[in-house]
């Protein structure tokens, strides 16, 4: 009981700093006239984005995972209880996928701001060569 007490307390916490910090950040983005940053701040918009949505949805279904082996056993403790084990098994996929976004955005932006820092960026017959469109 006092794990769980300790559990939610975090998840309280990090929603109340993350959800505030994440639309500061956006609207900072959103009010930046810098032309040199134009590029690199679309890539930190998605990821704010994303971690808006995410801190979100991990208050609405607030998930603990227990191991039971060979099983591993998924306890909602958030809002989405109240609605149906649908909504909470929708919320945690939906907060898993956005984790995996929120991981290939981070790799995205060390290639961007390394490419910047040796100013080579990939050009145009790069780009086909990579997609496969001419």
């Not at 208050?59 to 909602?76: C, H, K």
């Not at 403790?77 to 109240?82: H, L, R």
């Not at 701001?113 to 086909?128: A, E, G, I, L, T």
Request: with cysteine; net charge neutral; aromatic share 12%.
């Amino acid at each position: 009981r006092a794990m769980n007490f300790i559990m939610n307390t975090i998840d309280a916490i990090l929603g109340t700093i993350g959800i505030p910090a994440n639309v500061l950040v956006i609207i900072a983005i959103i009010f930046t006239k810098d032309s040199n940053l134009k590029a690199y701040s679309l890539i930190l918009f998605n990821s704010a984005l994303t971690d808006l949505i995410e801190i979100s949805v991990e208050l609405l279904s607030m998930t603990r995972m227990m191991a039971d082996f060979p099983y591993l056993v998924y306890i909602f403790e958030g809002f989405c209880t109240n609605m149906s084990t649908s909504v909470c098994q929708t919320s945690m996929q939906i907060e898993l996928h956005l984790m995996f976004h929120s991981i290939l955005l981070i790799a995205v932006s060390f290639w961007y701001r390394s490419s910047d820092y040796r100013n080579s960026f990939p050009n145009s017959s790069q780009h086909s060569k990579i997609s496969g469109k001419k």
